[in-house]
């Protein structure tokens, strides 16, 4: 753990079912963790029961693994250079299904490089552009694992020409994609994969076998005595080979295969079929001259388990994998270097800073922690983070920052001081206590769940800014609504709900109306997280109502009038208007894309979006919690309305958080101050004049400006044969959804579906698509973008005015809507 230089920080990352869980188990047998005859079917670090049951990976786990290289294979390590030749390996193992990506982003910020799965006959998938996305927009370096293999071999059969154009197909992709969200001067160098440089792995997680083509070209470079960096550049491409004449050419001539089928893929299929065949002299044969023997115990299975043996023996999996974890993967000590700046929100130059940059075990601690694990101790978690500077020791006071805490304000909100007790080495399931924890690692703390909710960051230096706050690639949009069946469990439900809050990256827990809601990414989120609630958490019988979808309110046009309030002392007149904001702004205010900097943003939103430039500069406030998608803007002339003018933002924030239609969130709002009269003594202008008079202001302005709602939208991807196409898309047609792209790929009889489906009408969806398709396709959903949805709230009968009335109804309000001149004054 002090070898700086000899840790990899790393996480698999993969659409679901493209086989991390499996890879990953070699990884461990290869460390010793779990036996070699486990492999590929225990999935260990599936440690949850839901997760076995399922067959499915719920949480990231994390493991460090030790290893004992070869020193034949570290010589190729360049500029990093090595300390020795034992290396840590600080593996997080995490989910691939949609609902449970925050996993995904909270193991993507300890971690420096990502193994990324793909699975050669289904290719790149919806989560895996996902995934590939959030770790390239963190800073961590890819390398790629082809997994199943053995597929194209024994269920598609495809001759080897075939497969390395299957192959080079999923790299092609793979590569469009980092070239679509990295720069080609990338501050992680060359980026790129390719088979040739060796970050490339084929193979089968499930019977364990894998290989790079360095281990190819090592076996041709003692036989032919040619460089193995040579071999390694004609293995892959556009290079034949001819065995009569023995010459290499850079076109097909009569009698040349391609080099990569002739070395690689016929050797590999020649000896999977004989092993498969149970003929164990052939298969003997051509191991021995391959330089490998097999036991007299190996000799005496049959079956897959005799193939399994043989691809072990000659092709061990883990081989390739840490091949390409080791060399092409950086250390902490290299990546610190480029990612602090986009991690550190504090000045580059601070004394945190340059520790973080150069890794330094002698400077102020700095530790972010992005999860909660549950540990043995009922209602205690251990706080699992990175250490990117100084180290942590027995009895060590620190500062403890939430993600609300500021270095500037006179206010220390959010900031606890503590003395830690001990550290802990995530081991899967397990954890094992550790003396002292050194920079560069992946470690797990206890007693810091007292002081942090799901994420903050850890420091000795007084002046320490936070770490980046966690942006997560999905939104809880599917509520439940939860209570106790027994009225004496209830401080047990309210106990069990706030260790859920804690140990969910995503979920949020609100009270509405009396009732305690719980928000999560889907449908199957939803149900994992309330059995845990039920079984884990809280460990009372509860009930659930039906999941209901969140939904915002909007404006469709300008204000028909100007709105005029006065306050309840009648000595201040506040004017406003609302009108919708432009095409795309929500969007770029949700993800934390515009500039806080006022010149900057007043010269972008003028030039993309046409504000006017005056307008722009006298933004006053976002909402809901001053960073939502709705702005207040000051469009006054000649008024000095400074001093009202936190008061004036409480007001919008109220009504933004809680519109008129149904006190749901508003989005996409824009509302103009358009004059004021304000009284000369501040006596009679208090927050509790202008208050109720600005949420006046805003809920008429936003009720004569054509108030509608938005619902949100999944993006479908489903994968099935190319008869059952018919069926999908009238199951997608029939719930308000829409096909917008088929995808046939190349060499494959399944074509992709992409499409957009309403949440509100997601509920049942999979089941009902596997009835109708007698289980051929199943689809992956994930909220995509907010709509429109058809019809007037305040047309009686509408589709909209039915929502809204469910939504009243089920929050205890009155059924009839406020109307504009019921909250407005006249002059």
């Given at each position: 753990m002090r070898r700086r230089r000899n840790i990899r920080n790393i996480a698999v990352i993969a659409h679901v079912d493209h086989g991390k869980t499996t890879l990953t188990d070699s990884l461990l047998a290869r460390a010793g963790v779990i036996a070699t005859s486990q492999a590929g079917t225990k999935r260990a670090t599936d440690t949850l029961k839901a997760e076995q049951e399922k067959g499915i990976t719920i949480k990231s786990t994390a493991i460090s693994l030790y290893y004992n290289m070869d020193p034949k294979d570290i010589q190729h390590l360049g500029d990093d250079g090595y300390d020795g030749t034992g290396f840590l390996i600080n593996l997080v193992d995490s989910p691939g299904h949609v609902d449970f990506s925050p996993e995904v982003t909270a193991a993507l910020r300890l971690v420096d490089g990502a193994m990324v799965v793909v699975d050669c006959v289904s290719g790149v998938s919806v989560q895996t552009e996902t995934v590939l996305r959030q770790a390239l927009c963190e800073n961590i370096k890819p390398v790629l694992m082809m997994n199943k293999l053995d597929r194209t071999i024994f269920e598609k059969a495809l001759t080897p020409e075939e497969i390395y154009c299957t192959l080079r197909s999923v790299i092609e992709n793979v590569n469009a994609l980092i070239g679509i969200y990295c720069d080609a001067e990338s501050i992680m160098g060359d980026v790129m994969i390719d088979p040739s440089k060796g970050n490339v792995a084929f193979g089968s997680g499930l019977h364990g076998w894998g290989f790079n083509l360095r281990q190819f070209a090592r076996l041709y470079s003692s036989k032919f005595g040619i460089k193995e960096e040579k071999i390694m550049r004609r293995l892959w491409g556009n290079n034949f080979y001819s065995p009569e004449t023995r010459q290499w050419t850079k076109q097909m001539v009569d009698g040349s295969t391609r080099g990569f089928n002739f070395f690689v893929l016929e050797p590999l299929v020649k000896i999977l079929q004989a092993s498969s065949d149970n003929d164990k002299a052939l298969t003997q044969t051509l191991l021995k001259k391959l330089g490998f023997h097999l036991t007299a115990a190996d000799l005496q299975l049959q079956g897959k388990d005799f193939m399994r043996t043989v691809m072990k023996t000659w092709l061990p999996a883990a081989d390739a994998m840490l091949d390409m974890i080791v060399l092409h993967l950086p250390s902490p000590l290299t990546a610190q270097a480029y990612r602090t700046e986009s991690l550190y929100e504090g000045p580059l130059d601070d004394e945190a800073s340059l520790a973080m940059k150069s890794c330094n075990p002698e400077g102020p601690l700095m530790m972010y922690i992005a999860k909660m694990v549950p540990s043995h101790e009922k209602g205690r978690f251990y706080a699992v983070g990175r250490i990117f500077s100084g180290n942590i020791t027995h009895g060590q006071k620190v500062q403890i920052m939430g993600p609300n805490y500021s270095p500037g304000s006179a206010k220390k909100s959010d900031l606890y001081f503590h003395t830690l007790s001990r550290a802990v080495m995530m081991m899967g399931g397990s954890v094992q206590p550790i003396d002292e924890a050194?920079?560069?690692?992946?470690?797990?703390?206890?007693?810091?769940?007292?002081?942090?909710?799901?994420?903050?960051?850890?420091?000795?230096?007084?002046?320490?800014?936070?770490?980046?706050?966690?942006?997560?690639?999905?939104?809880?949009?599917?509520?439940?609504?939860?209570?106790?069946?027994?009225?004496?469990?209830?401080?047990?439900?309210?106990?069990?709900?706030?260790?859920?809050?804690?140990?969910?990256?995503?979920?949020?827990?609100?009270?509405?109306?009396?009732?305690?809601?719980?928000?999560?990414?889907?449908?199957?989120?939803?149900?994992?997280?309330?059995?845990?609630?039920?079984?884990?958490?809280?460990?009372?019988?509860?009930?659930?109502?039906?999941?209901?979808?969140?939904?915002?309110?909007?404006?469709?046009?300008?204000?028909?009038?100007?709105?005029?309030?006065?306050?309840?002392?009648?000595?201040?007149?506040?004017?406003?208007?609302?009108?919708?904001?432009?095409?795309?702004?929500?969007?770029?205010?949700?993800?934390?894309?515009?500039?806080?900097?006022?010149?900057?943003?007043?010269?972008?939103?003028?030039?993309?979006?046409?504000?006017?430039?005056?307008?722009?500069?006298?933004?006053?406030?976002?909402?809901?919690?001053?960073?939502?998608?709705?702005?207040?803007?000051?469009?006054?002339?000649?008024?000095?309305?400074?001093?009202?003018?936190?008061?004036?933002?409480?007001?919008?924030?109220?009504?933004?958080?809680?519109?008129?239609?149904?006190?749901?969130?508003?989005?996409?709002?824009?509302?103009?101050?358009?004059?004021?009269?304000?009284?000369?003594?501040?006596?009679?202008?208090?927050?509790?004049?202008?208050?109720?008079?600005?949420?006046?202001?805003?809920?008429?302005?936003?009720?004569?400006?054509?108030?509608?709602?938005?619902?949100?939208?999944?993006?479908?991807?489903t994968q099935c044969p190319v008869a059952v196409m018919g069926s999908v898309m009238s199951v997608i047609s029939r719930r308000r959804g829409c096909v917008v792209e088929e995808i046939y790929p190349p060499g494959s009889p399944l074509c992709t579906l992409k499409g957009y489906l309403p949440v509100n009408e997601a509920f049942g969806f999979p089941t009902e698509l596997m009835s109708e398709t007698s289980g051929q396709a199943f689809p992956q959903c994930s909220f995509d973008h907010w709509q429109l949805l058809p019809g007037d709230p305040l047309t009686p009968r509408s589709k909209a005015a039915e929502i809204v009335a469910t939504i009243r109804q089920r929050k205890g309000l009155p059924l009839s809507i406020q109307t504009a001149e019921s909250l407005l004054d006249k002059l």
């Open positions: 050194v920079c560069g690692n992946i470690v797990g703390l206890t007693g810091v769940d007292k002081f942090l909710q799901k994420s903050g960051t850890i420091s000795t230096f007084s002046h320490a800014h936070n770490l980046k706050v966690l942006k997560f690639s999905v939104s809880p949009v599917v509520r439940v609504a939860v209570n106790v069946i027994h009225a004496q469990d209830l401080v047990k439900l309210v106990e069990g709900l706030r260790r859920l809050n804690k140990a969910e990256p995503l979920v949020q827990i609100s009270s509405e109306s009396g009732q305690h809601v719980v928000a999560g990414a889907g449908e199957l989120h939803l149900e994992i997280i309330l059995k845990d609630l039920e079984e884990t958490y809280a460990g009372v019988p509860i009930m659930k109502s039906d999941p209901v979808v969140k939904y915002c309110e909007t404006v469709t046009s300008d204000s028909d009038s100007v709105c005029l309030t006065k306050s309840s002392n009648k000595l201040n007149r506040i004017f406003m208007s609302a009108s919708p904001l432009p095409q795309g702004l929500s969007e770029e205010i949700d993800k934390g894309e515009l500039t806080q900097d006022l010149k900057e943003r007043a010269r972008y939103l003028a030039d993309t979006y046409n504000f006017d430039i005056n307008h722009a500069r006298k933004i006053w406030c976002f909402g809901p919690n001053t960073s939502g998608p709705n702005i207040l803007v000051d469009v006054t002339q000649g008024i000095n309305t400074s001093d009202i003018k936190d008061a004036v933002c409480a007001g919008f924030q109220w009504v933004s958080d809680e519109g008129p239609l149904c006190e749901e969130s508003m989005r996409g709002v824009r509302l103009n101050l358009r004059d004021a009269v304000i009284h000369s003594d501040p006596a009679h202008r208090g927050g509790s004049q202008i208050i109720p008079a600005t949420r006046r202001a805003v809920l008429g302005s936003v009720l004569t400006a054509s108030p509608a709602l938005v619902e949100p939208v999944y993006l479908v991807e």
